[in-house]
């Protein structure tokens, strides 16, 4: 397998204008014919076309059948040499999408009798469908007719204007779409089978009207309201902040339960996994809610930024999934808080991406190279991406941003693009120069900067030394300078802003500035400044950098109970905690931080204005994995018992309020709306509730028993679980076999009850994910159930997955074996649970190290699972 590189990129030999495609849909065998009217574009260059695992059937050029010497197929390529410039070459295939357990191309979701067919073709799953040039690149209009018993198969659809429907003979009907906007292959996509919708008309703000139609199999039908919601949500936010209409008469969406990833933005035909679409307050907990909004609206954002301006090669892939984040991003946070949204996507980042950029598979936003596509929709990719879009927007301004994006949409509408072309169109529309924020799409690390204020009381000058480098990564030995913007204010010892007078900078006097580090190292004075100041740096999280400052505790105190940027004043309490927890696992007790941190949470705890949301989230320390961050020989076992008796410290120091607190949150009445407020008591009762059964396990169990038994809806419900199931009270089994039987008919809630059980802390969790495994419910073709029982011990259970003795590592090799041979993608991903393994003590480290090797040398693993153990073990 030898790697493709982005510097290797040479423009297609060959276009497609036209698709037309005709399908023979069955469950066990269909037939695609496709005719390809072809441009070329090389004169050198005979014609190949992409295909993989294709049966074909019959080939013709220009209307002439081929003899079997004029083509040829070999190594998934098919090779036509007599192709010229205007030929149009007429394909059939058969698949088989019952046996399709990889779930890329054509498949089956569901059963046999009840199931539908549907399609997933990025990033190239197009070629398992027919033969085509199958790169972003290649951009055509596609002619789609779909024929099916209309028994088996009474909704037929794909993306595209619709364009013809009627009966056909032996109870056969067919449907025909057609698209007018030129789209690369992997947008394709069919859904075919018994599905039920509902639907909503819609009239753009350019006055196209609309059907918004949104699928699902019949039992979750009522189920599909929340996300029509959304979607016109979505649209209505589109037009106003970016002048984005809608394009095409009809926009489906369709839920499915069998789906590798989150959704997928196919052009008119969005098609989701489940969890991501269905809403129902019995099933459908507040986060995910949110979650369902913001995949909606982020597949919906998709039609500008991906499909109407696409990828040229898949390793722009930032340009569509950074920029969508980001927009996802904004619209969520122009419908609820700003600041919270912020933290909840710091978080995670730092949960996700920064330990992906501290380990073996550390990988630029923009890859240098890649095996399998597929392993490169990463934190890096998405969650960094959408960062640096943030920083760019943030030198623009608003007004800046919104300039610059008009100018990408019309220059590269209906066009494969770069992220210089991106960069290019913001800087242009801005008469700015943004080459050098390239560095940061190019360079992978986390970089990290290091702060030194010092107070010149006889000049009252303020000097604010900054220090980046980034640490070495894969392939990256040496490291350079990158633009990092560092929002910042100055605070007062009575926690007041104080105006800022910088040098050389022209807005003097206002609160918060922003200062540029494009070098090693750089100074910033500050005049004017009466008092020894407290600085609040990297205001609203500016950079995607990891930042040390010398604070002493009380500073971080007087932050977290002042600073009026929401963020900062979170961040103020993390970086507390994270000296507090550092102080416990060293044995230092005559750190302050402790005891700032619990005492200014006292104070917040008593906040009558603090939102709710809010202090859940001031009230949550950092989690084991940030808390680990830039260690080395890392214990998770300890790492889980330390931050648990930083835990124990809070609940002490909030003492009785903690019940008063929850009983007055259980008594306000309004658990089953979904309005925010309501959402924001429940978060906050989530989070008493659990810092409660630290202090007096008797009463919080018991209180959890009760609000498991009478919850309205599944956010209170699976909150009282987890207490009751991680903290081994006596209650949790029959509140578990409760669960089960009342959910036993719903796969989303049954996740739940698999995924809460293995993130049990500890030593435990392995024998019961081993004896899940045995439940009816169990099956490893579900991406959804491999996720919520094995995904959750793997990737959300450090003190349970990594035992000392290392039998969570050899049980995760055993399965990854068994699954890589059903679904490579899901495969690898799991695989990617062995990132941090270099950063664990020695004794573990041998142990991951030995079962990767053994794993790697295996013969016929899929190419996703062998590229991560290659980069895991380089
Ligand atoms: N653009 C979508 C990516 C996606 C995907 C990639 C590889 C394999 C399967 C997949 N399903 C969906 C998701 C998104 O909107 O970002
Ligand atoms: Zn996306």
Known sequence: DTPIRLADYTPPPWRVSTVDLAFDLAID?????????????????????????????????????????EWRYADDMLEVPGARDGSVLETRVRLRPADNTALEGLYLSGSRERGF??????AQGFRRITFFPDRPDVLACYSVTLRADRARFPVLLAGGNPAGAGDLDDGRHFARFVDPHP????????????????????????????????WSEADAIDRCGFALDALERAMRWDEQAYGRNYDLDVFHVVATHDFNMGAMENKGLNIFNAKYLLADPAVTTDDEYRAIEAVVGHEYFHNWTGNRVTCRDWFQLSLKEGLTVFREQQFIAALHVPALKRIEDVALLRRTQFPEDAGPLAHPVRPAEYRAIDNFYTATVYEKGAELVRMIAGRLGAAGFRRGMDLYFARHDGRA????????????????????????????????????????????????????????TPGQPEKRPLPIPLKLALFDREGRLLPLHLDGAASAGATECVVVLDEAEQSFVFRQVETPPVPSLLRDFSAPVILA?????????????????????????????????????????????????????????????LDPALLAELLTPPGEIELTE???????????????????????????????????????????????????????????????????????????????????????????????????????????ADFRARHAEDALALDKWFAVQAQQPGDAALARVRALEADPAFTMKNPNRVRALWG?????????????????????????????????????????????????????????????????????????LAEILARLLA
């Not at 018994?194 to 009239?203: F, I, Q, S």
């Not at 702060?451 to 070495?472: H, I, N």
């Open 29 to 69: 065998a269909c037939e695609v014919t496709a005719h390809l009217a072809l441009v070329r574009e090389d004169a050198n260059a005979p014609l190949r076309l992409d295909g993989e695992g294709l049966e074909l059937l019959a080939i013709a050029l220009d209307g002439r059948p081929l003899a079997a010497g």
């Open 117 to 122: 067919l549907l399609t997933q073709c990025e």
């Open 183 to 214: 789209r690369p292959s992997y947008l394709f996509a069919l859904v075919a089978g018994h599905l039920e919708h509902r639907e909503r008309d819609y009239v753009t703000a350019d006055g196209r009207p609309v059907k918004l139609k949104i």
């Open 417 to 472: 693009a770069t992220i210089e072309d991106f960069l290019a169109a913001l800087g242009e529309a801005n008469g700015l120069d943004l080459a050098p924020y390239l560095a940061w799409y190019a360079q992978a690390g986390t970089p990290r900067v290091t702060a030194r204020g010092e107070y010149d009381e006889v000049a009252r000058s303020y000097t604010l030394q900054l220090r980046q480098s980034t640490p070495p």
């Open 549 to 609: 400052c010398d604070y002493a505790p009380a500073d971080l105190a007087l932050l977290l109970a002042h600073d009026p940027d929401g963020f900062n004043r979170w961040e103020a309490g993390q970086q507390l905690a994270r000296r507090a927890w550092q102080a416990l696992r060293d044995g230092r007790d005559d750190d302050a931080s402790l005891a700032h941190w619990c005492a200014a949470l006292r104070r917040s705890f008593d906040e009558a204005s």
């Open 630 to 736: 830039g260690d080395t020989a890392v214990d998770p076992v300890r790492v889980h018992v330390l931050r648990e008796r930083l835990e124990r410290h809070l609940a002490d120091t909030l003492g009785d309020r903690l019940a008063s607190r929850y009983h007055e949150l259980s008594a306000v009445g309004d658990d089953d709306r979904l309005d925010a407020p309501a959402q924001a008591r429940r978060r906050l009762k989530r989070r008493v509730l659990a810092l409660w059964a630290l202090r007096d396990p008797a009463a919080a169990f018991a209180a959890a028993a009760q609000q498991y038994a009478r919850a309205p809806g599944m956010t209170d419900r699976l909150a009282a679980l987890t207490v009751l199931v991680h903290r081994e009270a006596p209650q949790a089994a029959a509140a578990l």
């Open 792 to 864: 959750s011990y793997a990737h959300g259970n450090p003190s349970g997955f990594h035992r000392a003795d290392g039998a969570g590592y050899r049980f995760l090799i055993e399965r990854l074996r068994a699954l890589d041979a059903l679904n490579p993608q899901v495969a690898a991903r799991l695989a990617t649970a062995f990132n941090g393994w270099s950063r664990l003590e020695p004794g573990r480290r041998e142990i991951v190290r030995e079962l990767l090797a053994g794993l790697a040398a295996e013969p016929r693993l899929s190419s996703n």
